[in-house]
Structures are given as structure tokens and as C-alpha cells.
């Protein structure tokens, strides 16, 4: 083979592999992205939910309380990656369950479905049935579909939406809730869920109902007033945040 030849010959083994570290290159610049999503806008997107069965174990027990999950919904619209954040051990596996077989409208970025990460609460509250109140889950959907309180009256400041698992993580100070006398005596049970507003120093500046039992709402607004966390940082930036903080009571041990 003359020079020319194997010069010819390493030209187009070259471009050969350049080819080659091209598309090597590309199928890794094209991963799927997963995009964090609120649990509001993932709320509207529902279109099959499966409601939880109570476990009997815990229905005899008395446990109640609100499991908090972390999820993958895919470009199909289906669950996967269900991960537990917090919530009564006997109620986890029902949670679990149940919200692997929901299904959701597919989420779009730019017209295209993309796998999304959100938040889901479920949850249990015993009532005269022993069964799971109707509303399950629609807490988490509630607290992040809700405008910010007061937000038209406030010119400047910008809320920025965090789920309430990352909120949790920043919590410096934490006052249990007293469980009222009459809800003890009358052995009355649930789950306050509340929409805030905290600060950019930390503070809890603005706090609504959203759902829980009459008799235990006062007690956890009381109590969550005094909750103090470490600031959330945007960009380096100390922002205010708007969240969903969830309060459980159950006896004998009263809140949680």
C-alpha cells in the first residue's frame, strides 16, 4: 500500500470514529429529564386515583396520621420510584399501594412529555366508618393549588413554591402542638393541613387552613406560629416560600 493510500486509509478511520463520538456524545447529551413539579399542578393532571384500603391492623389500633411520598411520574403518566418521607409505619404500605396504581395525564416541557418528581400526601383519618377520610391526598393537591394569601395585596415579594419534605429538612425549632382536653376526651383523632408562608429570615408569616378536624385546628396554627427554619436560598438568596405543613394527632400518644 503506497503512502497516499494509508493516508487515505487513516482519514477515514478518523472520520469513522469521529462519527461514532458523535452519536456517543449526543445519546448522553438526551437523557430523560426528570422535572420537579408541585403537587398542585400534578393534582390537576390526575386521571385515575385509587383510594387507599385501611389496614385492619391499624384501624384496631387506632393509628392515624398523613404518609408522605416522593414520586416519579413518568412520560406515560405512571408512578414509579415511590419513595416514603414520613408517616405511621402501619399506614405506609397502604399509601404505597395505592398510589402506585394512579395514573396521570402526561406532564409537558415545550411540548414534550417529560418524566416529572413530585410530592404526594395521603391521608388516614378514622371516622364513624373506620375508613379513610374521602378527601385522601387532597391535602398536598389543595395546599399547592391555592394562591399565596393576601399575594394581590403584596406589590414586590415573590413566593417560591418548596414541597413540604424539603421544608422539613430546614426546620430549626419546632413546637409540639398541645393536644386539646376535648379532643382527648372525646378521642378524637386527624390531620390539620396548613398552607404558610415562611419568611425569608425563617419566620412564619401567614398561615391557612386547609383541612383537619375543628377541634385540633386552633392547637396546630398555635403551635406552628412558633416554628422557626433556616432560610431557603434561591441563587444564593435568602426568598420567602410557600409550603404545606401537615399536622398529625392520634391517641394515645397524642400529636406527632
Known sequence: MGKASRVYASICLLGAFAVAARSHVAAQETPDKTVRVSAGVMAG???????????????????????????????????ENLQVLSGPEKLRNAATSAVSNWRYKPYQLNGQPVAVSTVITVNFSLGDRGAP???????????DTRPAPEAASQPTPKAVRVSSGVMASLLLHKVTPEYPALAKKAREGGTVVLHAIISKTGTVQDLQIISGPTILRDSA?????????????????????????????SLPMGPQ
Open 45 to 79: 393532571m390526575v386521571i385515575s386515583k385509587q383510594m387507599p384500603v385501611y389496614p385492619a391492623d391499624a384501624k384496631a389500633a387506632g393509628i392515624q396520621g398523613a404518609v408522605v411520598l416522593s414520586a416519579t411520574i413518568t412520560k406515560m403518566g405512571t408512578v
Open 133 to 143: 377520610e374521602a378527601g385522601v391526598a387532597k391535602t398536598a393537591e389543595n395546599a
Open 221 to 249: 396554627v398555635n403551635s406552628v406560629r412558633q416554628w422557626t427554619y433556616k432560610p431557603y436560598l434561591l441563587n444564593g438568596m435568602p426568598v420567602d416560600v410557600e409550603t404545606q405543613i401537615v399536622v398529625n394527632y
